[in-house]
Nanobody, 122 residues
């Protein structure tokens, strides 16, 4: 199973933006749907957004709708999560994974690669 590597996190203040990236060979092939799963301290991974294999459909949970945008750069085999207007409750290690995604829901994963820390604090 494809194991993805997340990068591009950091420490920002509330209201700031970040754009973490998720990379792996083949992510630009049009074969894999990808989701983002932040894991806050002491909590389970929580799916917040996904993009389907053709990149025509995206899904967002209510907590990030209007603030986060998922996209794919096929040439770079990379999926991005543009995060705007960040809030302290967005603080988590952000993981990405290959999961089902149909634009109305996203699947779950048990296969976690390298995550990236996002800290939102003043």
């Amino acid at each position: 199973q494809v194991q993805l590597v997340a990068s591009g996190g950091g420490w920002v203040q509330p209201g700031d933006s970040l754009r973490p990236a998720c990379s792996a060979p083949g992510l630009g092939s049009g074969y894999y749907a990808v989701g983002w799963f932040p894991q806050a301290p002491g909590k389970e991974h929580l799916g917040v957004s996904c993009i389907n294999s053709s990149s025509r459909l995206t899904y967002y949970t209510d907590s990030v709708t209007g603030r986060f945008t998922i996209s794919r750069d096929a040439a770079k085999n990379t999926v991005f999560l543009q995060m705007n207007n960040l809030k302290p409750e967005d603080t988590a290690v952000y993981y990405c994974a290959v999961v089902p995604c149909d634009g109305e829901a996203m699947g779950d994963s048990r296969n976690w690669g390298q995550g990236t820390q996002v800290t939102v604090s003043s």
